[in-house]
């Protein structure tokens, strides 16, 4: 078979007692059904060599049928079976190919990949600068009361290695009835400003990372409206991870739809973590100030983490916390010792308290003057225990 010499067939036998002449006019008559290219068979002594590269199943099925009715049917299903029986194949051009179809799909992916096909597209054309620049001393270490969206003003651009925050639940806005509708487009405005002012202020290859419970209660999915800004503001999207809180005291259905498909409430026991890289990905560091260890990479690097929330809420007086454990594994897998770490909605101090314990610098900014006493008092009991 001339094809055959040039080109790879996967090769299949079939061994019969002898064949016959009728055998051999099926033979004929199946090749010359077939492209040389697609199945052939081979008679040699009692066996049958079928030789076959990419194949159209549905022609072949339906061969008996096209082919003469003199011819040796139980042949013809015995090659048919024997290539059905091959599991291992790609698909190309509506025919199944037996050959080299891995070695062709991964160079396709692989070609495709490189030339037409970008990462994080939504990023690629964004104009963020690429010049760092030093964070002032005089913002170094420091808890401020104030707005965050008036005091970021004074942060140099590109100046902080990671912000790890989690919004408030509200911005002191009052509900008027009269505000209803815009009472949640007021809301994510002011919220945005303050997350325009932490774009800016993030160096290149710098990290934001936002906890977020989405706002199930009023059916806004706060997690996805917070990814679309900073996609949209041209961050890379780097992933997420599922703080299962294991909180089951939540309420469990609104009366009226028990045990009903009519409007089921659902109950949720974690919170997100939304993680965003300005500019690339890579952050660059020295080795030695790196401080996870290998238990903890391996661990946390699976993206779903269950930490208890915070049960000392009301010791500290703040109620809306999330726990050192949760603020320390963010640090840890997303900065070096000796980073800038920001948390502009900084309570209590969660994030601050952490950066000064694992050895970073930090500033921190609340509206509440108490939640900054409380951040204060949290850092000197860190400074105790280093001494
Ligand atoms: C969810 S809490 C953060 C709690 C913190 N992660 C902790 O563990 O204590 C959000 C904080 O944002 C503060 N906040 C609200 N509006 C602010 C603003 N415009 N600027 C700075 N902080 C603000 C609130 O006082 C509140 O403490």
């Given at each position: 078979m001339?094809s055959?010499?040039t080109k790879a067939?996967?090769?299949?036998t079939l061994?019969?007692?002898?064949?016959d002449?009728?055998?051999?006019?099926?033979?004929?008559?199946?090749n010359?059904?077939f492209?040389?290219?697609e199945?052939q068979?081979?008679p040699?002594g009692?066996?049958?060599t079928?030789?076959?590269?990419?194949v159209?199943?549905?022609?072949?099925?339906s061969?008996?049928?096209?082919?003469?009715?003199?011819?040796n049917?139980k042949l013809?299903q015995?090659?048919?079976?024997?290539?059905e029986?091959v599991k291992?194949?790609?698909?190309?051009n509506?025919?199944r190919n037996y050959v080299?179809?891995?070695?062709?799909r991964?160079?396709?992916?692989?070609?495709k990949?490189?030339?037409?096909?970008s990462?994080?597209?939504?990023?690629q054309?964004?104009t963020?600068?690429?010049?760092?620049?030093?964070?002032?001393?005089e913002?170094?270490?420091?808890?401020i009361?104030?707005?965050?969206?008036?005091?970021?003003?004074?942060?140099?651009?590109?100046?902080?290695?990671l912000?790890f925050?989690?919004?408030?639940?509200?911005?002191?806005?009052?509900y008027?009835?009269?505000?209803?509708?815009?009472?949640?487009?007021?809301?994510?405005?002011?919220?945005f400003?303050?997350?325009?002012?932490?774009i800016?202020?993030t160096?290149?290859?710098?990290r934001i990372?936002?906890?977020?419970?989405?706002?199930?209660?009023?059916?806004?999915?706060s997690?996805?409206?917070?990814?679309?800004?900073?996609i949209q503001k041209?961050?890379?999207?780097?992933?997420?991870?599922l703080w299962?809180?294991?909180?089951?005291?939540?309420?469990?259905?609104a009366?009226?739809?028990w045990k009903?498909?009519?409007?089921?409430?659902?109950?949720y026991?974690?919170?997100?973590l939304e993680?965003?890289?300005?500019?690339e990905?890579k952050?660059?560091?020295?080795?030695?100030?790196?401080?996870?260890?290998?238990?903890?990479?391996?661990k946390?690097?699976v993206?779903?983490?269950?930490i208890?929330?915070e049960r000392?809420?009301?010791?500290y007086g703040?109620p809306?916390?999330f726990?050192e454990?949760l603020?320390e594994?963010?640090?840890?897998?997303f900065?070096?010792?000796?980073?800038i770490?920001?948390?502009p909605?900084?309570g209590?101090?969660?994030?601050?308290?952490v950066?000064?314990?694992?050895?970073?610098r930090?500033?921190g900014?609340?509206?509440s003057?108490e939640?900054?006493k409380?951040?204060?008092r949290?850092?000197e009991s860190?400074q105790?225990?280093?001494?």
């Open positions: 001339k055959s010499q067939f996967k090769e299949l061994t019969y007692d002898r064949l002449k009728t055998d051999m006019a099926t033979i004929a008559s199946f010359s059904a492209d040389q290219d199945v068979l081979e040699n009692d066996q049958v079928i030789l076959f590269r990419q159209d199943i549905r022609k072949l099925r061969c008996r049928k096209t082919l003469n009715g003199t011819l049917s013809v015995d090659v048919v079976a024997a290539i029986g291992s194949y790609g698909i190309a509506g025919k080299d179809y891995n070695k062709e991964k160079v396709k992916d692989r070609a990949k490189v030339s037409s096909r990462p994080y597209f939504y990023a054309n964004h963020h600068s690429e010049t760092n620049n030093d964070f002032p001393a913002y170094t270490d420091k808890i009361v104030g707005d965050s969206k008036d005091i970021l003003k004074n942060i140099p651009d590109n100046s902080i290695d912000i925050t989690s919004p408030p639940y509200n911005f002191g806005l009052e008027a009835e009269n505000q209803d509708a815009h009472y949640w487009e007021t809301y994510f405005d002011q919220l400003s303050v997350f325009d002012e932490c800016r202020v160096k290149y290859g710098g990372i936002v906890n977020v419970q989405p706002l199930f209660s009023d059916y806004i999915p997690h996805h409206l917070i990814s679309n800004f900073f041209k961050l890379i999207w780097k992933g997420e991870v299962e809180k294991n909180n089951y005291n939540c309420k469990y259905t009366w009226g739809s009903s498909p009519s409007n089921p409430y659902l109950k026991t974690w919170e997100f993680i965003f890289c300005k500019g990905m952050k660059p560091g020295s080795r030695d100030d790196i401080d996870i260890n290998a238990e903890e990479f391996k946390w690097v993206a779903k983490w269950s208890a929330p000392k809420m009301g010791e703040h809306a916390m726990p454990e603020a594994r963010v640090l840890k897998l900065s070096y010792r000796g980073d770490v920001l948390d909605f900084n209590s101090g969660t994030t601050t308290t950066a000064a314990r694992t050895g970073r930090y500033l900014i609340d509206i003057e939640y900054c409380t951040a204060e949290r850092l860190v105790c225990r280093m001494i």
